[in-house]
């Protein structure tokens, strides 16, 4: 229906002006001081005397899409609206009144509730279409996903209220997937012909490329993403009018967010393992030195720090798993379950399953077995979110322990430059900002996975259209967690060691008090008592003020006569890191067997 050059698009009052080639645009919804500067901008280019109007013509046009999507050069006239009294210009008002009259009143629509706002109209030498993917019509929106029971479409505001193409665009390449795969089975049980099938395939590579160049128009007063590519597809083909047979948004919405899951899942686990590799080179490259290990972040015993860096490559193992575990049960096929309760047309799920690489690991289809549950279902979205809630808590707390390294107080690590900021009062400040903000990034991560359990919590079946809030919360999710870990891996990769400032701390002499008291279990004292011992001897040092290692057979003999000469060699570091010889010690042997495993597994 491409329109030719010249049409006039009203803005005004009416709401819809001969055929549908023509839309009539809305009426002031911005004050004046609330517009884009790019609107001001588009207006400079007219004559000085007609810039109010141009202005006051964009206060009015509600733009959801870039402003860029506006090509000045294509607004070149204004008119008044058919019927106006006065004629040209002669209702405009200057932006100074407009922003005087309708303050205080709501914020769309005005114009009945204030007949004297102005209206105008602006001539587009474009095609309506492209105007359409602009503006936002007035009153009430085009009819959309209605059937012939409505009259009208939805009110303006409800459907800038209820639409969802702002973000559930990014859809698009499983939406098209899914369509594609339902319209093959569609032609093999005889719904399509093959030259059908064939017409809407190069119709969505058609749309594909558009999208993928920039050039395709998302069109809120569609509402969504299936509704947009549908309708472009069938004002392409006829044959778009029968791909929605036997499906509904709600099965495919389903299948598009589980499509989209696995995607990003596999980005992910990928992510994962740049960063695993990461916290690996890190210890593998300082694979002497030793650091105390804490807890209640009081020294405790000393660990080397490839193996406090391996725990983090353990626990993101876990989370690694985990979203392996949940891309499984994500793995079935929700097409076929329609609205909520299948279809009467003899539909082949498992083709389509199988189309769409919904197969176990034997290449058997996984279809869901209850259409009810299938369309109500979002376990996928909670799981996906509860794994990276947990995924962000671990990167959280890995962002802790390098945000004490690199404290003065620590000084165990250098983060480079290019992953710091500086103050800008203190000149001497470098701060571990991108550590922070994965710290602090975690807390929307956890209230993503909040807002999911409590969207579903009071839902009854089936669908619902709350469930339409799914999808901010997975996606920030997604970009959330994959940038913090991405942005992990390479902070670390721009790190170094301080390995004397390490060696210092892992000298302290009380790191090894326990390793005085396993000499005297090995001397065949229990170790209730070698631990009171222990302490005694600890409390012996601080009173005669020397460090733990110094004190002399005499002194340790006087406290408890098992101690021995040798006694005196616990606190040799070297051999101290080599006694930890057990499964999952940080011992100098059982570290590097550690690291060798790792290095392998992450090759
Ligand atoms: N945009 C909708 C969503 O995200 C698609 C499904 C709409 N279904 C419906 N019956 N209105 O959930």
């Given at each position: 229906m491409p329109v030719g050059a010249g049409r006039e698009i009203g803005v005004g009052q009416s709401q819809q002006r001969g055929s549908g080639t023509e839309a009539f645009l809305l009426q002031m919804h911005k004050r004046p001081g609330e517009l884009d500067e790019s609107?001001?901008?588009?207006?400079?280019?007219?004559?000085?005397?007609?810039?109010?109007?141009?202005?006051?013509?964009?206060?009015?046009?509600?733009?959801?899409?870039?402003?860029?999507?506006?090509?000045?050069?294509?607004?070149?006239?204004?008119?008044?609206?058919?019927?106006?009294?006065?004629?040209?210009?002669?209702?405009?008002?200057?932006?100074?009144?407009?922003?005087?009259?309708?303050?205080?009143?709501?914020?769309?629509d005005n114009t009945h509730q204030n007949p004297a706002a102005p209206s105008f109209a602006v001539t587009f030498?474009?095609?309506?279409?492209?105007?359409?993917?602009?503006?936002?019509?007035?009153?009430?929106?085009?009819?959309?996903?209605?059937?012939?029971?409505?009259?009208?479409?939805?009110?303006?505001?409800?459907?800038?209220?209820?639409?969802?193409?702002?973000?559930?665009?990014?859809?698009?390449?499983?939406?098209?997937?899914?369509?594609?795969?339902?319209?093959?089975?569609?032609?093999?049980?005889g719904i399509l012909t093959a030259a059908e099938l064939k017409s809407i395939q190069t119709g969505f590579a058609e749309i594909a490329t558009e999208i993928e160049a920039g050039k395709f128009r998302w069109k809120p007063e569609l509402e969504d993403v299936h509704m947009n590519l549908e309708a472009e597809l069938t004002h392409r083909v006829p044959a778009g009018a029968r791909l929605h047979t036997g499906r509904s948004r709600n099965d495919q919405v389903a299948l598009d967010i589980r499509l989209w899951l696995r995607d990003e899942t596999t980005a992910l686990q990928t992510d994962l393992r740049t960063l695993q590799r990461s916290l690996l080179k890190l210890g593998a490259a300082n694979a002497t030195v030793v650091i105390p290990g804490y807890t209640h972040l009081q020294r405790a015993q000393p660990v080397y720090l490839a193996h406090h860096l391996l725990a983090y490559v353990e626990m993101l193992d876990r989370d690694h798993g985990r979203l392996a575990d949940a891309a499984a049960r994500a793995n079935v096929c929700p097409l076929g379950a329609g609205a909520l309760a299948g279809s009467t047309l003899p539909l082949d799920r498992e083709l389509v399953a199988k189309l769409l690489g919904f197969v176990d690991a034997k290449g058997r289809p996984q279809v869901t077995q209850n259409s009810m549950d299938a369309v109500s279902d979002r376990d996928f979205a909670v799981e996906f979110c509860a794994t990276a809630a947990l995924l962000a808590v671990h990167l959280s707390r890995l962002a802790e322990d390098v945000i004490l390294w690199a404290s003065s107080e620590f000084n165990f690590i250098r983060i480079a430059d290019a992953y710091t900021t500086g103050s800008s009062l203190m000149p001497q400040k470098k701060n571990p900002d991108v550590a922070e903000l994965t710290r602090g990034k975690s807390a929307r991560v956890i209230g993503n996975l909040m807002s999911l359990l409590t969207l579903l919590k009071g839902l009854p079946m089936t669908y619902n259209r709350d469930l339409q809030e799914d999808k901010e919360r997975l996606f920030d999710t997604a970009d959330t967690v994959r940038a913090c870990v991405r942005l992990m891996a390479a902070m670390l990769a721009h790190t170094t060691v301080n390995a004397p400032a390490c060696a210092a701390a892992a000298s302290d002499p009380l790191l090894l008090a326990t390793d005085l008291a396993d000499y005297l279990v090995r001397r065949g004292m229990a170790f209730r008592e070698a631990h009171h011992v222990v302490g005694a001897v600890v409390a012996l040092a601080e009173g005669l003020g020397k460090p733990l290692d110094q004190l002399s057979l005499v002194e340790l003999q006087a406290v408890n006569p098992a101690f021995a000469p040798d006694a005196a060699d616990i606190f040799n570091l070297g051999k101290a890191m080599a006694r930890r010889a057990i499964t999952g010690a940080p011992g100098t042997k059982e570290v590097q067997r550690q690291l060798a495993k790792w290095r392998k597994l992450l090759r």
């Amino acid at each position: 229906m491409p329109v030719g050059a010249g049409r006039e698009i009203g803005v005004g009052q009416s709401q819809q002006r001969g055929s549908g080639t023509e839309a009539f645009l809305l009426q002031m919804h911005k004050r004046p001081g609330e517009l884009d500067e790019s609107f001001v901008e588009i207006a400079r280019r007219f004559p000085a005397n007609r810039q109010p109007e141009i202005l006051q013509y964009f206060v009015g046009l509600e733009v959801k899409l870039p402003v860029e999507a506006i090509e000045p050069r294509e607004v070149t006239r204004v008119l008044p609206l058919p019927g106006e009294r006065g004629g040209e210009g002669n209702n405009l008002r200057g932006l100074g009144t407009h922003a005087a009259e309708s303050s205080g009143s709501p914020a769309r629509d005005n114009t009945h509730q204030n007949p004297a706002a102005p209206s105008f109209a602006v001539t587009f030498p474009c095609p309506v279409a492209r105007l359409r993917a602009m503006q936002r019509p007035s009153r009430q929106s085009s009819i959309v996903a209605r059937s012939g029971r409505f009259a009208s479409g939805p009110a303006a505001e409800v459907a800038a209220f209820s639409e969802s193409i702002s973000f559930d665009w990014r859809l698009w390449r499983q939406d098209i997937a899914g369509s594609l795969a339902h319209a093959t089975m569609l032609q093999k049980i005889g719904i399509l012909t093959a030259a059908e099938l064939k017409s809407i395939q190069t119709g969505f590579a058609e749309i594909a490329t558009e999208i993928e160049a920039g050039k395709f128009r998302w069109k809120p007063e569609l509402e969504d993403v299936h509704m947009n590519l549908e309708a472009e597809l069938t004002h392409r083909v006829p044959a778009g009018a029968r791909l929605h047979t036997g499906r509904s948004r709600n099965d495919q919405v389903a299948l598009d967010i589980r499509l989209w899951l696995r995607d990003e899942t596999t980005a992910l686990q990928t992510d994962l393992r740049t960063l695993q590799r990461s916290l690996l080179k890190l210890g593998a490259a300082n694979a002497t030195v030793v650091i105390p290990g804490y807890t209640h972040l009081q020294r405790a015993q000393p660990v080397y720090l490839a193996h406090h860096l391996l725990a983090y490559v353990e626990m993101l193992d876990r989370d690694h798993g985990r979203l392996a575990d949940a891309a499984a049960r994500a793995n079935v096929c929700p097409l076929g379950a329609g609205a909520l309760a299948g279809s009467t047309l003899p539909l082949d799920r498992e083709l389509v399953a199988k189309l769409l690489g919904f197969v176990d690991a034997k290449g058997r289809p996984q279809v869901t077995q209850n259409s009810m549950d299938a369309v109500s279902d979002r376990d996928f979205a909670v799981e996906f979110c509860a794994t990276a809630a947990l995924l962000a808590v671990h990167l959280s707390r890995l962002a802790e322990d390098v945000i004490l390294w690199a404290s003065s107080e620590f000084n165990f690590i250098r983060i480079a430059d290019a992953y710091t900021t500086g103050s800008s009062l203190m000149p001497q400040k470098k701060n571990p900002d991108v550590a922070e903000l994965t710290r602090g990034k975690s807390a929307r991560v956890i209230g993503n996975l909040m807002s999911l359990l409590t969207l579903l919590k009071g839902l009854p079946m089936t669908y619902n259209r709350d469930l339409q809030e799914d999808k901010e919360r997975l996606f920030d999710t997604a970009d959330t967690v994959r940038a913090c870990v991405r942005l992990m891996a390479a902070m670390l990769a721009h790190t170094t060691v301080n390995a004397p400032a390490c060696a210092a701390a892992a000298s302290d002499p009380l790191l090894l008090a326990t390793d005085l008291a396993d000499y005297l279990v090995r001397r065949g004292m229990a170790f209730r008592e070698a631990h009171h011992v222990v302490g005694a001897v600890v409390a012996l040092a601080e009173g005669l003020g020397k460090p733990l290692d110094q004190l002399s057979l005499v002194e340790l003999q006087a406290v408890n006569p098992a101690f021995a000469p040798d006694a005196a060699d616990i606190f040799n570091l070297g051999k101290a890191m080599a006694r930890r010889a057990i499964t999952g010690a940080p011992g100098t042997k059982e570290v590097q067997r550690q690291l060798a495993k790792w290095r392998k597994l992450l090759r």
